[in-house]
């Protein structure tokens, strides 16, 4: 009889354990947009109030993100003491988005272990796609060999309405002309075609045998998702030179 009284006493003991309420550490979890373009260069205020009653050694909160960088680590985590704004306890940190398009998971936690239950709060961002409005071809040189003797590179800048950068994935095609319009038949090699994080696109071009004082253009052209032309471009104008 005194085993049985003794198991439903460790049984009541374990049952009756306190479940903690998520509002005895955090009080307030709040980003300024829920919705910013993957342009790498955005940024999101992040700011978490702590209950007041938090103890001195229990301020410190771990910030987390799933895309993009936390701008005062450069890294996806860090840990932000809080501090009295106003009477109340926050903590504060900056996001800056990636230029990679979908939803990025914020979360924060206290930094101390609970053994009754985990202190984790999380919001989601949407990073919608930062599309192209403009793009900008510069050659390293506009004078180039005749058959293949030099070689220059061509870089393209994207930038969408606000002139920032370009979400990762927008495609362009290279193509050479000569002034009558028809094919160059230059060699175009190590082509990047697709932009990333510096929402950019390159390749070095080589011509073949003309005169010297021959005009080349190099037109760079955005193709949408069925690799189809659009209607921006950019041209440059090499001269055979040597």
Known sequence: MKKVVLYFSVLLLFSCTPSADIDQVFTDFSISAEEIPADGQSMVNITVKLNDKTDVDRRNVIFKTSGGIFISSSKDTEVIKAEYEQGRLVAKTTLKVSTKPGNITLSVAPEYDSKVADFVLEKTIAA???????????????????NYLTEVQITGNLRNSAGKFVSNGHKVVFNDFLADGSSAGGAFREVQAETGAESKVSCYYAATQYPIGTAITIRCTVVDENNLPTALASVVKLTINQ
């Open 128 to 146: 919608v796609p930062s599309k192209v409005s403009s793009l900008n071809v510069e050659p390293s040189s506009f004078g180039i060999g005749s």
